[in-house]
């Protein structure tokens, strides 16, 4: 069946270090990629997203490209900040309107 | 302006009462969730609504009902709580089937 691995944390680092959270997917189809953050004490939000193959989603400096062959989203950050500070969640949609979320991994950026 | 809330953000109460969290959205989505959070950070789907009807339904306890009065308004009713059901319950909705879900602020539901 459908089924989405996520990188397990907790993962630390410093500010401005690189950070790369690992996410794969098993599917009978081509699901929409998700991740979404979770930023201490607050709901989801999405953080970027890719709909088919070879898209890249961005946004506030984090990125992720839909490989297909890979089956993979990798997140990706050059320089985190200490504001990165929170728990990210990669998400495929495998069927209409229903994500499936991986494990979560939290992360802490020290100053 | 608050997009997806819920009330109450905590519930404290002890094993075997009952107890409703409500959930209402003002981005006119016709689609909304519920989603249960352990400790762990494990997020499990419970429930979905579109357009006042139940169309995903997970393998929950039938202690859990969900109630969508309207399309903006989801509600959670527990019944003969356990400590089991301590977590935080998250409400979402969505505006397409494929699209970016919004994530309500979460309810810390504890039970002793």
């Known amino acids: 069946g459908d089924s989405v691995t996520q990188m397990e944390g907790p993962v630390t680092l410093s500010e401005e270090a690189f950070l790369t959270i690992n996410c794969t997917y098993t599917?009978?189809?081509?699901?929409?990629l998700f991740w979404y953050v979770q930023y201490p004490g607050e709901g989801l939000q999405l953080l970027l997203k890719?709909?088919?193959?070879?898209d890249k989603g961005s946004n506030k400096g984090f990125e992720a490209t839909y490989r297909k062959e890979t089956t993979s989203f990798h997140l990706e950050k050059g320089s985190v900040q200490v504001s990165d500070s929170a728990v990210y969640f990669c998400?495929?949609?495998?069927?209409?309107?229903?994500?499936?979320f991986g494990a979560g991994t939290t992360v802490t950026v020290r100053a | 302006d608050t997009a997806v809330s819920q009330t109450p953000k905590y519930l404290v109460t002890q094993m075997g009462n009952d107890k409703s969290i409500k959930c209402e959205q003002n981005?006119?989505?016709?689609?909304m969730y519920w989603y249960k959070q352990d400790s762990k950070k494990f997020l499990k789907i419970m429930f979905s609504?579109?357009?006042?009807?139940?169309?995903i339904n997970e393998t929950v306890p039938n202690r859990f009902s969900p109630k969508s009065p309207d399309k903006a308004h989801l509600n959670l009713h527990i019944n003969s709580l356990e400590l089991g059901d301590s977590a935080v319950y998250f409400c979402?909705?969505?505006?397409?089937?494929?699209?970016?879900?919004?994530f309500g602020p979460g309810t810390r539901l504890t039970v002793t």
């Open positions: 979402a909705s969505t505006g397409t089937q494929f699209g970016e879900q919004y």
């Open positions: 599917a009978t189809g081509y699901p929409s």
């Open positions: 890719a709909t088919k193959a070879d």
């Open positions: 998400a495929p949609m495998f069927n209409d309107y229903k994500l499936s």
């Open positions: 981005l006119g989505h016709d689609t």
């Open positions: 609504y579109n357009n006042k009807e139940l169309i």
